[in-house]
T-cell receptor, first 114, second 111 residues
């Protein structure tokens, strides 16, 4: 079955540690996105990529980094510079570049920093 | 930057009552999308509206896109317990190629 796989589903880390969240898609989609969701908030865009080896900052990129070395993979690193990293992280992909067309979301990764 | 405001933030209804959530953008949108997120789940795409004044229906759900392409609404007729969840709108505006999500409306339905 085609889809987006995020791992791990739950992650606990100590303050000051970098964490990498995995996102893999087998939908052959060009565009991939990382969103952060906090309680009572909408989805805020962290980074997005429309093509391999290219990515752009979203609205809240500070303290995060990404790479897009393969079309199917878009990992997100939450660095120690992120001041409030505890959140629900959602990866998404779209067949179309440019923001049109539906987003397919993974099941999310819930990060808790102790 | 582009802002998308969504109201109400919460809505509690009795099963069988209607429900409406509204979305307003600070800028003209190229398109608007709607998503539903069940409690504990991930957002799932419902629909995309592109044309000015567009109205689309999916069974009990009616979606509208305003004439000025700056506002949109989702109306659910005769809610059911399966409608429970958070409904998000997301607008694409300008040339930045990224969707801006509203904060969502959490719908709870009393059986």
């Amino acid at each position: 079955d085609g889809g987006i796989t995020q791992s791990p589903k739950y992650l606990f880390r100590k303050e000051g540690q970098n964490v990498t969240l995995s996102c893999e898609q087998n939908l052959n989609h060009d565009a991939m996105y990382w969103y952060r969701q906090d309680p009572g908030q909408g989805l805020r865009l962290i980074y997005y990529s429309q093509i391999v080896n290219d990515f752009q900052k979203g609205d809240i990129a500070e303290g995060y980094s990404v790479s897009r070395e393969k079309k199917e993979s878009f990992p997100l690193t939450v660095t120690s510079a992120q001041k409030n990293p505890t959140a629900f992280y959602l990866c998404a992909s779209s067949i179309y570049r440019g923001g049109t067309g539906e987003l397919f979301f993974g099941e999310g990764s819930r990060l808790t920093v102790l | 930057g582009q802002q998308v405001m969504q109201i109400p933030q919460y809505q509690h209804v009795q099963e069988g009552e209607d429900f409406t959530t509204y979305c307003n953008s600070s800028t003209t949108l190229s398109n608007i999308q709607w998503y539903k997120q069940r409690p504990g789940g991930h957002p799932v795409f419902l629909i995309q509206l592109v044309k000015s004044g567009e109205v689309k229906k999916q069974k009990r759900l009616t979606f509208q896109f305003g004439e000025a392409k700056k506002n949109s609404s989702l109306h659910i007729t005769a809610t059911q317990t399966t409608d429970v969840g958070t409904y998000f709108c997301a607008g694409l505006g300008g040339s930045n190629y990224k969707l801006t999500f509203g904060k969502g409306t959490l719908l709870t339905v009393n059986p």
